[in-house]
Structure formats: structure tokens, C-alpha cells
């Protein structure tokens, strides 16, 4: 059987963490390919929505990043995205959310190697849950006709 | 309570009559025995319509949003608390108000009536503080205190906050000693029971929308649930969906919710969706230090900060 490969959607701020991203890549510091990501212009633009969204298509994990509390490019947006993820974690985990599938962090767009540690460490904890299951919504593709 | 609903008719006529307001928000006989109904009183030779007793559950401030005209409302506890939240958030001006405040003893669970009275209730009546349910399993008589809503059970103000007028006596306050036992009892569960637990509280969901329609804190002129550019939510009963809508909708009231519990009151199904809610008027109490509504003129949770708010969990 073929290992579990998980796909993790990230969500990333355009001026810390989607830079480190850049930065990891153009020092090729090495993680593994499970991350979809998505720039946003701020972690503050983050919605509750957008998570569920990520794991009703079927995320397994889902890692919002942004930058360090003082540093946001729009001075406040991830002050109050704080606030929200709180709230939000909280809540997917008490609902039956596995602690591990939503992580956070704040790496700065200097951070290249802070950002291929925490990919790292986020897919091997997905990995180790396995599939999200129950999560994602069964779509009906397509019907066959008799 | 018959002398409250005698003083709530009487302020009311003399607000109308005097034309210091246009409308009085209260509640009349429901068409049902077990429930009230709201009103939108005009007249005052209608507000001998008005009653006040133990099946007013619903929170009027939910009629209140984005009114022009002067209104008097009547306000328990609870409903006085999301009436501040209203005024925070602009969608009415304390000056067009006058709030006749109602010191509150809770409401009776509609659901517990009707399994007392053994389906559905045909009659109900209440003397002080004992209620009588008629129903298949005969005429039943209990007190008040045995049938309340869970949430009047932990409630935190039952004296209205804010108020023009009193319609009754200070009632005591309670200090139930663990408001979050229900919350905490989810948090001793592991992830698949947790799982579980609101698959089945949440299996007989109907998506009839009753409980976002009830709560006052469900003003959107467009809900997410009928976006479709992206669609955030399905529209049928699949169990992911119904999931999602009630996340979402938990979420959207998370430091905002006062936990009136009209919301479970509203609901056909008697789902119990406050399991949601509870979580996060939690959170707000021990991260943030929030119960809402309790002031006025302060901001909500989500729309402030400190710059240091507790992180432990970011990496
Ligand atoms: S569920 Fe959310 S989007 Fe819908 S009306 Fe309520 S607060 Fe608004
Ligand atoms: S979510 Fe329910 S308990 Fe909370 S304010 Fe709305 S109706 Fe009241
Ligand atoms: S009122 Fe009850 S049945 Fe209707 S959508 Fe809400 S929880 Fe579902």
C-alpha cells in the first residue's frame, strides 16, 4: 500500500510568511510537497469559512501563518486574527476536530528555515492522524444514467 | 407573574397614550398552549393583549434591528444584555427606546412540558411559581424551578442591565456553581466521541433556519448560507452541511451570543444547537475576560485586542 500522502491547505500572509516561503525555496531548504498554498493579503483576512471550505473539499490539515504579533504590514490585522483563531481552534476541536489538523504560527519573511521546520513538523503531525475522515462533504461529480 | 404582566400592560398604555413611543414590543397568547407569540403593539386598547409568564422564551430585541420608529419594549435579563449589543453595534439608537425591563425567573422548556404532559400539551396554566400541563398523560402540576431552560439554569443576569421602566421587583441573582459544567463534560471527551456527540445532537436538523431567525444576533441582509459565489454551505440535510451552517453560525455569534437560548426555543426539532455557542462564551470568559452585554458603549471580543492575548497555541 502507498503511504498516506496528506494535502494541507495554507493559508499565508504576502508579506512575512508567503516571503519565507519564497525565501525556503530560493535557499532550496528541503520540506515535503503536501502544502497547497494560498497567498492572502494578510492573516487578519482569514475566514472561518475558508477553513470549513478547505476541509469540506478534503484537507486533511489546514496551517494558517502570518507574521509576528507587531510586524503586520497593516499594523493590527493579525492582533485581531489572534483573537479569531483562538475562538476558531477552540471551536473545531470541540466539535471533533483531532488537535493537529489546524495549526498556526508566525514566521517572519527573514525566516526561510523557521518556515521548512514548521512544514515539516505540520505534515509529519497530520500525517500521523491519517486521513480526515467524516470532514469532507461527498460531492455528487457526476450521475449515470440507465 | 399575573401582577407583572398588569404593570408591563399599564406602562405600555401610558407610553402610547402619552405618545412617547410608536410601537410596543411584547408577547400575546401564542396560538399553541405551551407557547407566546411576539407582538408589535400600536394601540393602547391593544396592550390588554400583552402577557408575560413563563413561556415568553423568544428575545424581542430580534424585532428591534434596523427600526426608524420611538419603541417600547419589554426586556428579561438576557434580552436587555443583547439590546446593548444592538446599541454597540448600531443597528438601533438607545435614544428611539424605552426599555421596560423585566426581572426574570426564567423561562419553562417546552420540551420538558411536553414530555410531562406526555405528547402534545393542550392546556397550560401557572399560579405563582407552579405550572400545570394538560396533555395525554393527564393534568400535570410541577414547579417552575423543575422545568427551566438549561440555559436560565447558569444564567448570569436576570435583572435587566439596562431599563426605563421596572415591570416587577429585583429578582436574586443566581451563582450556579459551574456555569460550564456542559462545556467542560464535551472537553472530557476524546475527539471521535466529541465527533459523535454532535452528530447526534445535530441529526434531526431540518435546516429550517428557525434558530437563525429567532436570534437577534442573525441580522444579515445576506446570510452566508445563501451565498453562491463561492457556496460556503450546501442546502440540503447532508450531515456536512447541516455541521457546517451551525459552525459557521455559532461562530458568527461567538462574543456576541448572551445565550438567551431562544435559538433552542425556536427549534421544531428541539435541537439543543447552544452546545455550540457555550464553547465560545466560554473562551471569551477565560481568554479574554468577556461576558457580553453586560455595558455599554464597549466593544465586542472579535473587534478589539490586547497585544498580549494569550498565543500558546502558535507556533
Ligand atoms: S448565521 Fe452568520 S451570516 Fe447568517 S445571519 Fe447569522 S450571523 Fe449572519
Ligand atoms: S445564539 Fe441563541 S442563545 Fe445566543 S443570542 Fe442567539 S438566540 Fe440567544
Ligand atoms: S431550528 Fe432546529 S431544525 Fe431548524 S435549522 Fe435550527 S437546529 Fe435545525
Redesign the interface.
Known sequence: MQEFEPKIITFLCNWCTYGAADLAGVSRFQYPANMRIIRLPCSGRVS??MV??AF?NGADGVWISGCH??DCHYI?GN??A??????????????????GRI????ISSAEGVKFAD?AR?VISEVKALGPAK?????FIMSQEVA | MADVALKIREIARELLDSEKVDVVIGFKKGTLPVMSEPTIIRKASDTKDLIWDATCRLNLCNYLTGRKDRIGIIAKGCDARNIVGHIVENKIKRDQLVIIGVPCTGMADKKVLSDLAGGEVTAYSEAGDQITVSGPAGEKTVSKADVLQSNCCTCIKRNPVIFDEMAGEPVEELSPDNRFAD?EA??SMD????????EELLSGCTRCYACKNACPLCYCPTC?VDESR?Q?V?KGT?P??I??YH??R??HC??RCTDCGACEAACPMDIKMRA?TR??IK??VD??GWETGMKEGVRP??DT???D???A???
Open positions: 472561518p469559512k470549513l471550505s469540506r504579533p507587531g493590527t492582533y485581531y489572534r483573537r479569531k483563531f483562538t475562538l476558531l481552534k477552540e471551536m473545531l476541536e470541540h466539535t471533533g476536530l483531532e488537535p495549526q498556526f504560527s508566525w514548521v513538523t467524516g470532514m469532507a462533504k461527498e | 462545556v464535551i472537553a475527539a471521535a466521541a466529541k465527533w459523535g456527540y454532535f452566508f463561492p460556503w450546501g447532508d456536512i452541511d455541521r457546517t459552525f459557521l455559532a461562530y461567538a462574543g455550540f464553547k465560545s473562551d471569551c481568554n479574554y471580543p472579535l485586542f490586547k497585544t492575548d494569550p498565543e497555541f502558535i507556533r
